[in-house]
């Protein structure tokens, strides 16, 4: 596997750097992989395979690549609680669980949501979680009537 700095934009003091993943595959094939880095966040961009890859084998990407990846942005993961499985941020504590934990991921949406950011993107940074763990959690809020709903249904 190899990872390599691919581009880099500075803007207002903020570094937003991609990252190209290559990794072959005992069986001939190939993966290549685009990752971004911005606010202490690491999320995939792209993936294209050859052969495709099955959905389990997607779903098993993040670990396969987790570490050459992290390494080469220097930062580490966050470790996991012992006992919830939560993530552990080392500048604070786990996320909260109920009714506190939606009306903060709620306040993070609306926040920036108000900044002109990608709320979605604020959440996960804010949770540690993937987009499609923070896409329940703002669900969640949305069904709490924290947030607006996300279409008229009428």
């Known amino acids: 596997m190899s990872v390599w700095p691919a581009w880099e934009v500075q ?3 903020n570094v937003t750097s991609w990252f190209a993943v290559r990794l072959d595959l005992p069986d001939g094939g190939r993966v290549d992989v ?8 690491v999320n995939i961009e792209e993936v294209r395979a050859q052969p495709p890859l099955s959905l389990d084998d997607l779903a098993a990407l993040v670990d396969w690549i987790e570490e050459p ?3 080469a942005c220097g930062t580490n993961p966050a470790p996991r609680s012992e006992s919830s ?3 552990v941020s ?3 504590p786990a996320w909260p669980p109920g009714v506190e934990g939606m009306r903060r991921v709620a306040e993070e949406y609306l926040a920036a949501q108000g900044r002109g950011v990608d709320p979605v993107l604020a959440v996960m940074c804010a ?3 993937s987009r499609r763990g923070s896409l329940k959690l703002i669900g969640g809020a949305r069904d709490a009537g924290l947030l607006t709903p996300r279409h008229n249904r009428g």
């Open 127 to 129: 949770t540690g979680r």
């Open 85 to 87: 499985g939560a993530l």
């Open 11 to 13: 803007e207002c003091g």
């Open 90 to 92: 080392r500048d604070g």
């Open 34 to 41: 685009l990752a971004v880095t911005a606010g202490g966040c």
């Open 69 to 71: 990846l992290l390494e």
